[in-house]
């Protein structure tokens, strides 16, 4: 039975399936939520917000006396700088301004996160000292992107979807003259970290090591789910690529195998055209008054065994026939010996 069908539907199965699983495992990641939140904010931001009165900054990171700290977004306009934290999270959120911890309840699971609004203090804070400003001219915004649901009253500066494009456009007050606005703009550009791989790990070993410190716990690296699953991912490309590969010769060379088998009967078994006037010897001899000498012409003729110049051009034209199906090495090779002593033999006989 021939499972080669079987084999390559399969094989085409998990090259459609891979990218699948892959792409799943990214969007349940932690970190794609994270960077896909931030993505809606910097796209609603662009969208709806005037891009001459309000300057995106994106992923700050800045340097603090005790370490690093990492800004989702920042929007410096005449009406103040915007300090913005995404949390992109889903359920019933419950959460007071003063409470440290805040709790995500998704059915019967609770989690704890820590308070958004005290996660942004220190923000606020760091570019506050950067840039020289005042606490009327620096706004700390929390924005809630996802299927989530507050279940407890909210300050106006936690909001959910497009509720922080409402928020910023809410202060009209000119705060900053365009002078400032450059030098606010200019201060974080050259204050910044390069925004880099390198940079966020750095800053991710910096928040491990301080979750460690209060709550007395060792600093744990994350499980690296993520790599975890595309390096399973290569793997499994890899054991595949080398399965068909095999495969792939073995039924190459078993093609070729049988293919010759099957050429040699028949070129043996191949009929002679004097085999048909044999059968048919009885009809002519009752049909026809022949001499005896003609019909021991015509036997000697009939059990003549074929000669080897005729089986040499049967077993090149078989060759050539399993060639065109099959272009096989090996059996290329056989057929250009094959011609190639036809075409010898041939020569001589002429």
């Not at 308070?115 to 606490?135: F, I, R």
């Not at 991912?233 to 068909?244: F, K, Q």
Request: glycine residues 6%; charged residues 20%; proline residues 5%.
């Amino acid at each position: 039975m021939d499972l080669s069908p079987i084999y390559q539907l399969l094989n085409t199965a998990l090259w459609y399936l891979l990218p699948l699983v892959i792409i799943a495992g990214l969007i349940k990641s932690p970190w794609f939520k994270g960077k896909f939140g931030e993505f809606l904010v910097n796209l609603s931001a662009r969208w709806f917000l005037d891009n001459s009165r309000y300057h995106l900054i994106k992923n700050v990171t800045l340097p603090t006396e005790d370490g690093t700290t990492q800004i989702d977004h920042v929007l410096v306009s005449e009406f103040g700088v915007f300090v913005v934290e995404t949390k992109n999270m889903k359920g019933w959120i419950f959460g007071s301004p003063h409470q440290r911890s805040w709790t995500q309840k998704i059915f019967r699971s609770n989690h704890k996160f820590q308070n958004p609004l005290h996660q942004n203090y220190k923000h606020v804070k760091t570019l506050q000292a950067l840039l020289g400003l005042g606490d009327h001219q620096v706004h700390s915004l929390v924005v809630f992107v996802g299927n989530s649901t507050f279940k407890t009253p909210m300050p106006e500066n936690v909001t959910q979807g497009l509720g922080y494009v409402r928020y910023i456009k809410s202060k009209t007050d000119r705060v900053l003259t365009q002078e400032e606005v450059a030098q606010a703009r200019e201060k974080v550009a050259s204050g910044r970290l390069k925004a880099s791989f390198a940079t966020d790990q750095a800053h991710a070993r910096y928040v491990r090591g301080l979750v460690a410190e209060r709550y007395g716990n060792e600093p744990r690296r994350p499980k690296n789910g993520l790599l975890r699953l595309l390096a399973f991912s290569v793997l499994m490309l890899g054991v595949g690529a080398i399965g068909l590969n095999a495969y792939s010769n073995f039924a190459s060379q078993a093609m070729a195998l049988g293919t010759k088998r099957s050429a040699e009967p028949r070129v043996n078994s191949v009929p002679q055209p004097s085999l048909h006037r044999a059968e048919s010897e009885p009809e002519i001899e009752s049909r026809t008054a022949e001499p005896l000498a003609s019909s021991n012409v015509i036997d000697q003729r009939v059990h003549q065994p074929p000669s080897e110049l005729f089986l040499a051009r049967q077993e090149c034209n078989s060759l050539i026939a399993a060639v065109i199906g099959n272009p096989d090495p090996r059996l290329m090779r056989d057929k250009d010996k094959a011609c190639a002593r036809y075409e010898a033999m041939k020569g001589e006989m002429n």
